[in-house]
């Protein structure tokens, strides 16, 4: 029987590289595309003062950024790439949440000559177990001869971090929550994979990382 949990905080990033530095959206093209993702998202209440522009001495640092805080959402582009951010990330909003990514970045690339080469999304999470100490559901990472250091001494903090050619996975105490385990996880994907392909490739890994750790989440009412 998975260990019950429930999920108090968790938050997404989005991050997509260009192939090369569009070096436009720190010079002519600049304007006309911040212009366009303010028309973007003025139909989700997007207000000007939540948005910023700043041009360092470093061409790489050159930015321009936008916040829907009510949203918990905030992105920006610069030559480089750009990034999508959520806090306080669930699945029920994530659909919602993805028309907003979406129309912000078909303004962006459209009208210009960036091509992504690259997509990364970040997802950490705090699991908080109802019915099961933390150290029972981390025990059988930890080698045997080394399990009675968490489990009976109680130990104060635990790390365990896989890295591999397109993604990593960290598990960790949560600082944030009582009884509580931090996941983070990551998956590159070549190319621009349409945002719906990328969800539901990000849901199917987190179903798997539940299922090796053996946990569910209850879902209230």
């Not at 987190?206 to 990382?209: A, F, G, L, R, V």
């Given at each position: 029987m998975p260990h019950?949990?429930?999920i108090p905080a968790a938050s997404v990033e989005y991050q997509a590289r260009f192939a090369r530095p569009c070096i436009g959206f720190i010079g002519t093209d600049r304007p006309r595309a911040a212009e366009a993702i303010v028309d973007a998202l003025l139909p989700f209440n997007f207000q000007l003062a939540?948005?910023?522009s700043a041009s360092l001495g470093n061409l790489a640092a050159h930015k321009v950024s936008f916040k829907?805080?009510?949203r918990g959402i905030s992105l920006y582009f610069s030559a480089e790439e750009y990034r999508f951010s959520k806090d306080g990330a669930n699945w029920e909003t994530a659909?919602?949440?993805g028309q907003v990514l979406v129309a912000a970045e078909r303004a962006l690339l459209d009208g210009s000559t960036a091509r992504v080469a690259l997509c990364t999304v970040n997802l950490g999470m705090h699991l908080q177990?109802?019915?099961t100490p933390r150290e029972e559901v981390l025990a059988p990472f930890v080698p045997e001869p080394f399990r009675h250091f968490l489990v009976e001494r109680k130990a104060n903090t635990y790390?365990?971090?896989l890295k591999w050619a397109t993604g990593d996975l960290l598990l960790d105490f949560s600082l944030l929550f009582a009884n509580s385990i931090f996941v983070r996880f990551s998956a590159q994907f070549d190319g621009h994979p349409p945002v719906s392909e990328i969800m539901a490739a990000v849901r199917r890994e987190?179903?798997?990382?539940f299922q090796i750790l053996d946990v569910r989440e209850r879902?209230?009412?």
């Open positions: 019950l949990i429930k939540n948005s910023e829907l805080p009510e659909e919602e949440d177990l109802l019915t790390g365990n971090h987190q179903h798997t990382i879902i209230d009412g």
